[in-house]
């Protein structure tokens, strides 16, 4: 059976999340690496085990989210699809089950907010957790004068947590568990309202990542709950 230390020391796969990152570094997207891809994977892991899905399910989300940007080495354009095949035939190559080569390649597949969506506990898990990872410390160029938007709303961000946590009676939903993405903004590097603005898709589609798995979405900026 491929477990995912299996994955996390894998030579291809490492290599391509090296690539992959490089390009990114060439083109000035926020950080993509071996930082990310462990957060990802994590993040991922913890929310099926919050709800309760099998420890297989849990690794495979771990799996996902490890490889869920290696299709970045070849071009950030379409990099969800790419990168899906890519970990399919990694994956059989290694002798994982087919089913369970199938399972990681379709979370991959609808993770990027362009295109996908969720369509499995897997991919719904991989969606909130790539997308809460948003903090300072993404942003490579130091140079404030020269922040496009992304960098200005990305750095703004001094704290961000995901938590799950028991629905409270009256809260206006039926789900018995809610997922809140809980983040520090600093206002004067950018206002609340443009993040908002710039990520209000991958919120969205988080929303749809947390009803897939029957619980319910909020985002939470400096307190106050947006959605």
């Not at 609808?110 to 942003?139: C, F, Q, Y």
Request: proline share 2%; aromatic share 6%.
């Amino acid at each position: 059976m491929i477990t995912f230390e299996d994955i996390r020391k894998d030579e291809e796969v490492n290599i391509l999340i090296e690539t992959a990152e490089k390009q990114l570094i060439e083109i000035g997207y926020t950080e993509h690496g071996l930082r990310h891809v462990g957060v990802v994977s994590s993040t991922a892991a913890h929310i099926l085990k919050e709800l309760g899905y099998p420890e297989r399910e849990c690794e495979l989300a771990r799996i996902a989210g490890q490889m869920h940007d290696i299709g970045n080495a070849i071009n950030r354009n379409d990099h969800a699809h790419t990168g899906a095949i890519m970990a399919y035939h990694i994956l059989k190559d290694r002798g994982m089950d087919l089913r369970e080569a199938a399972q990681v390649m379709m979370a991959i597949g609808n993770h990027d907010e362009a295109t996908g969506t969720a369509v499995s506990p897997i991919s719904a898990a991989l969606i909130l957790a790539d997308k809460s990872d948003v903090h300072r410390t993404r942003v490579r160029n130091q140079n404030k004068s020269r922040f496009d938007i992304h960098d200005r709303v990305n750095y703004a961000v001094e704290e961000s947590k995901l938590e799950i946590i028991d629905a409270k009676p009256g809260a206006g939903h039926d789900c018995k568990k809610e997922i809140i993405l809980k983040l520090k903004i600093d206002t004067e590097i950018c206002p609340v309202i443009k993040y908002f603005e710039i990520f209000l898709t991958r919120m969205l589609m988080c929303k749809n990542a947390a009803s897939f798995l029957g619980i319910w979405f909020h985002l939470e900026i400096n307190g106050s709950i947006l959605l």
